[in-house]
């Protein structure tokens, strides 16, 4: 998952927001926490800590769920990596 996570850091924020963020799988919930994760650290390129922040979370709970999101999507990610 490390790996994934790196290369998305390393993509390009315009592609993933066009091609990959429709895309994704989400778990439903009240705020969007996971979709707004999601996006603050692979299209915005904010921190945990930063996106922590923003959301009301601690770092550890924002790694979590980024983790689960990649995880969930795993496929799809690849996916969009081999493509790009």
């Known amino acids: 998952?490390?790996?994934?996570?790196?290369r998305l850091k390393k993509s390009q924020s315009y592609l993933i927001e066009r091609d990959l963020l429709p895309k994704l799988y989400f778990k439903e919930?009240?705020?969007?926490?996971?979709?707004?994760?999601?996006?603050?650290?692979?299209?915005?390129?904010?921190?945990?800590?930063?996106?922590?922040?923003?959301?009301?979370?601690?770092?550890?709970n924002i790694s979590n769920k980024i983790q689960?999101?990649?995880?969930?999507?795993?496929v799809l990610i690849e996916e969009f990596l081999n493509n790009n």
Do not use: C, H, P
């Open 29 to 60: 919930d009240k705020n969007n926490t996971e979709y707004w994760s999601f996006f603050y650290a692979f299209v915005r390129k904010l921190s945990d800590v930063s996106i922590g922040v923003r959301l009301g979370y601690s770092q550890q």
């Open 68 to 74: 689960k999101i990649l995880a969930n999507n795993e």
């Open 1 to 6: 998952m490390k790996k994934i996570r790196y």
